[in-house]
Every structure is written in structure tokens, then in C-alpha cells.
């Protein structure tokens, strides 16, 4: 059971959460009296490709990211997650199995709505099935851009789309006014759906075209507009 203080932290955050935009008051305490809390060390595994599905995970703050291994065995980066953003809810909508793998890259707290709360509270509020429905929409959306990407452009394209998404979405530290990403080449690569040589060539490239700076580990972003004009082949 959560106490009136964590209640109320909880539903800071639950309000800050794409699932509940628009939900009723009611729909809210219903979920932060549901929820559960848990940490997670980075690069820990939330759970497997093939797992049965018990629960949506809500991040309260870290990374989270998400990958399948491609039929090459590769590993194939879906998205990296953070605070407020959810993930879990597909394996519970189809009652499959999970369609991707969930491992931390830093510490994580989550908090997690298990399968009969998730159902209800879907079934109960329309607000938040069509939430549900957007953020399917949206990803199934960012899946048909990316696809285009990876097909028609060359490992410069494909790296300037990786970083511009994740400056997008937030996963960036700020210093000095630029952009950090705080990635390997490697994990570059997983995005990017390349070799880890391809992305430090193609780093190097952007480098030389004056849109990022590059340090072991550590990019910043200091032009996205050039990096968008080199992504749609403009510059
Ligand atoms: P589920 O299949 O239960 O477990 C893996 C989760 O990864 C999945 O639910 C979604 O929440 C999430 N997921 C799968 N594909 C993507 C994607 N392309 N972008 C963002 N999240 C995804």
C-alpha cells in the first residue's frame, strides 16, 4: 500500500503521463492506488522478447531501452524511453507475448500497472483508450519515417535521423547551451540499424560538416537544423 505522500507524488507524475491526458480525477486516484514501485540498477534486464506480459511500466525517472534482435542477430534499437513516457502495454492488448526487450541504461524507478488494473481502467475510461490508441498511432508512425530512412539513406542519413530523434525526444543532457548524447558508437549503431564502424565514419563525416562534436562516448549536437538539412538532403 502507498502512503498519502507517495500517493501524492504519484499522481504528480501520473498527470504527467501521455496515457492519462484528459482522464477524470476519479480514473487517476484509481491508478496511483494501483501502482507498484520498483528500482532497477543500470543494464539490468526489465524483461525479455518473449516474456508473457503481467504489467505496464510507467518510467518515473532513467532510461529505458527497448530492442529486438534482428533475424541477422543483430540488435535492433526501438527507442529509448525516459520520464513520462510508458511502454508495456502491447504483450497486455493482445494478450501476447512482449514484442520487445526492456533493459535500463542507467538507474530506473518505474512504476508498474498490472494486467487487470490496466484493463479496467481502459475499460472504464475512453480517455485513456484513445490515448493508448495515439500512442500507437505515433509509434506506428515514427516505424513507417524510420523505415524510409533506413531504406533510402546512406550511413550519414541514417546517423543525422538517430541523433535528431533523440535530441526530439529529449534523451539529451544539456551543457553549454549544446546537446549531449550520452551513447556509445555501439548503441549509435543499434539505432541506426549499422555497423558500429559505420557510425564512428559517419561521425566523423558530420563532424567535418560542422553539426556535432564528438568525444569518446559523448556527442553534441550544436546544429540540428544542419543536421535536418543533411537528413533530408539539402546541405
Ligand atoms: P510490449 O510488447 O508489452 O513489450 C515491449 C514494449 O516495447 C511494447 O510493449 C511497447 O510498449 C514498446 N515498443 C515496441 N515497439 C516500440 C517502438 N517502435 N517504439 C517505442 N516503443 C515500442
Known amino acids: 500500500m502507498n502512503s498519502d505522500a507517495e500517493r501524492l507524488e504519484i499522481l504528480e507524475l501520473l498527470k504527467r503521463v501521455p496515457l492519462f491526458a484528459g482522464a477524470p480525477d476519479r480514473a487517476l486516484d484509481i491508478a496511483a492506488a494501483a501502482v507498484r ?11 525479455q522478447e518473449g516474456d508473457k506480459g503481467e504489467a505496464l511500466y510507467i518510467i518515473a525517472s532513467g532510461l529505458v531501452k527497448l530492442s529486438k534482435v534482428d533475424l541477422g ?80 539513406k546512406d550511413a550519414q542519413g541514417r546517423v543525422a535521423y538517430v541523433l535528431l530523434k533523440l535530441y526530439q525526444g529529449g534523451v539529451v543532457e544539456h551543457e553549454d547551451e549544446r546537446a549531449l548524447v550520452r551513447l556509445t558508437h555501439q548503441e549509435l549503431a543499434n539505432l541506426a540499424g549499422t555497423s558500429r564502424e559505420t557510425v564512428t565514419r559517419a561521425l566523423k563525416a558530420l563532424e567535418v560538416e560542422g553539426v556535432i562534436e564528438t568525444h569518446p ?7 540540428p537544423t544542419g543536421l535536418d538539412e543533411i537528413l533530408h538532403g539539402i546541405r
Open 37 to 47: 514501485k520498483r528500482g532497477y540498477e543500470a543494464g539490468v534486464t526489465m524483461f
Open 73 to 152: 542477430g543483430h540488435e535492433k534499437t526501438l527507442a529509448i524511453l525516459q520520464c513520462p513516457e510508458y511502454f508495456g502495454e502491447m504483450a497486455l492488448l493482445g494478450e501476447s507475448t512482449r514484442s520487445a526487450t526492456a533493459v535500463t541504461l542507467s538507474e530506473v524507478q518505474a512504476y508498474l500497472i498490472f494486467n487487470d488494473d490496466f484493463r479496467k481502467l481502459i475499460a472504464d475510461y475512453p480517455a485513456i483508450s484513445l490515448n493508448l490508441n495515439a500512442t500507437l498511432a505515433e509509434r506506428l508512425r515514427g516505424m513507417d519515417d524510420e523505415s524510409q530512412v533506413l531504406s533510402y
Open 217 to 223: 562516448k559523448e556527442v553534441f549536437i550544436t546544429d
